[in-house]
């Protein structure tokens, strides 16, 4: 008992002020990922950043609420106690080629913080500081198997060794912070930087496909469909869902975050968290197409989500074009295709679907939710979905398959919605 209880190597100051290194830190990384997501070409790359960035979300989430905890303050936006730390992240976001990203991101700055992560949790005391060490020992093992996956991979040892001058110059880290008495200011580190402190790292106007994909030739259609009781039929479908549909739903929730950095972080931690979702979804498509006998690259693909939601001027409307529009409409598309697969016999695709219905009600209902906070009532959301359909030549309504009414209910669609969307729609068979 006596030897938990000796004091740890900072006090609650300082702990605040590494924690506060650590969450800048966090939110750089996820603020590059958002954006190169588009920009990496290879699929393996992009679902493996997903993976990551949502793993930093929710590092810089819990980080910030244990600052809360020391301070009474949450820091929502990066605020790391180190200023010269902001030439650093500046010059990271900067980076375009994947191995040089890699090479920052990962050989440097997560290095880093995971090198942090485990001398906090070596040195502090782990009784007064419990709740840090709850905090940062997931963490760390999230930070170390993101490590372990960048030496895997091709970087760019001179971009290592420039940006680690880089971060060596900022004084590391946390800029030689130390411990100072109880109730006494600490001494930041004396560079401080007068520049814009927010992440803008760079965007890519279509996003990358590596060399398996081809896409789509102008005024060519789609292959045509299948029976869903043949293979190929089948594949078809999970293969349209894969390029056509996951993907791109990273790429713009992606874009999202990245294009719009003074969003609130309640909405970056929900299109991390979709973005998550997507990587899945895309990880089951790819993997069950596969094991139906089928390749990655079989059908052409287009970038009809990706152009869509650029279209969208500010972030209510991309809300309306992505999760309204486009994943509104998946959950039609999804339920339908869950209970044609299963009519088949082909129970495990249809399972595949079954819990990809179950994240697009949810994606949805986000993106509702936070139309509705960004909009000032019911006819400007009204007004700005005209809009974005006339403009952009799609539609909630027409086309589509029978709606399913229940999911778009959970979803946050009113049943005055729903009465005007069925109205364009085909019944369900077996209902009037």
Not at 80 to 91: S, T
Not at 249 to 272: D, H, N, Q, T, Y
Request: aromatic share 6%; glycine share 8%.
């Amino acid at each position: 008992m006596i030897g938990r209880t000796r004091m740890g190597a900072w006090g609650v100051e300082t702990t605040a002020a590494r924690l506060a290194d650590i969450h800048g830190a966090l939110l750089c990384g996820l603020h590059g990922l958002a954006a190169w997501i588009a920009a990496v070409p290879e699929l393996e790359t992009k679902i493996a950043w997903s993976y990551h960035l949502y793993d930093l979300a929710a590092g810089a989430d819990a980080v910030a609420r244990r600052i809360h905890g020391l301070t009474a303050e949450r820091p929502e936006v990066p605020t790391p106690h180190n200023q010269a730390l902001w030439p650093f992240f500046h010059a990271l976001l900067d980076l375009e080629t994947t191995e040089e990203q890699i090479a920052g991101l990962y050989g440097v700055l997560l290095s880093a913080v995971l090198e942090s992560c485990q001398e906090h949790l070596a040195r502090t005391n782990p009784v007064a500081d419990e709740p840090t060490i709850r905090v940062l020992y997931p963490l760390s093992e999230a930070l170390e198997s993101m490590v372990i996956w960048s030496s895997k991979q091709k970087v760019d040892d001179a971009t290592v060794n420039r940006l680690q001058l880089d971060l060596t110059e900022a004084g590391g880290l946390h800029g030689g912070l130390t411990q100072t008495p109880a109730g006494k200011p600490l001494l930041p580190n004396p560079t401080t930087y007068a520049g814009e402190q927010q992440f803008r790292p760079r965007l890519v106007a279509v996003p990358a496909r590596d060399v398996r994909f081809i896409p789509i030739e102008p005024d060519k259609k789609f292959p045509k469909a299948k029976p869903l009781t043949t293979p190929e039929g089948r594949i078809r479908l999970l293969h349209i869902a894969l390029i056509n549909l996951e993907i791109p739903a990273i790429e713009v929730c992606g874009r999202m975050i990245a294009e719009f950095p003074e969003s609130p972080w309640a909405m970056k931690l929900e299109l991390a968290h979709q973005i998550w979702d997507e990587a899945r979804h895309a990880v089951m498509c790819a993997d069950r197409l596969q094991a139906l006998g089928g390749t990655i690259g079989q059908f052409p693909y287009h970038h009809r989500v990706w152009e869509h939601s650029l279209e969208g001027a500010n972030l209510a409307e991309r809300f309306i074009t992505t999760q309204r529009i486009h994943e509104g409409n998946g959950i039609d598309q999804t339920l339908l295709a869950r209970d044609a697969l299963a009519e088949v016999g082909d129970f495990e695709s249809s399972q595949v679907m079954d819990y990809i219905l179950a994240d697009e009600v949810l994606h949805v209902r986000s993106g509702n939710t936070w139309l509705e906070r960004l909009t000032s009532g019911p006819e400007e959301r009204a007004a700005l979905l005209q809009g974005v359909e006339e403009r952009l030549g799609i539609s909630a309504a027409k086309g589509g398959p029978p709606l399913n009414r229940e999911g778009r209910q959970k979803a946050g669609f009113t049943d005055v919605e729903l009465d005007w969307l069925a109205s364009f729609r085909p019944q369900p068979k077996g209902r009037e």
